[in-house]
């Protein structure tokens, strides 16, 4: 069941629908890996075969492209470094 393509695109759907409902890169991170790997598996070849003959590997390649995909949202969309507004003044004081 983990060596088909259909599962893993099944999977990054939820996953992409779950970060439109809870907003925060997380889920979309793992939506990234979860569709690299469906795009691997469905298109075949010598990676597809091992993949999906090694659970282990499969799920460890799912976790690298999650993490590398968290990391670029991160660093495109994410907070940037003294991003933070801070008011020197408050609107109530006349």
Known sequence: MWGAWWVWGAAAVVLAIGEVILPSFVLL????GAAVIALILLVGGPLAVW?????????????????????????WVGVYRNQVKTFDRDINEN
Do not use: K
């Open 29 to 32: 991170g793992f939506a990234i």
């Open 51 to 75: 993949l999906a003959g090694n659970l282990a590997v499969l799920l460890l390649v799912f976790a690298v492209v999650s993490l590398l995909a968290w990391l670029a949202l991160r660093r």
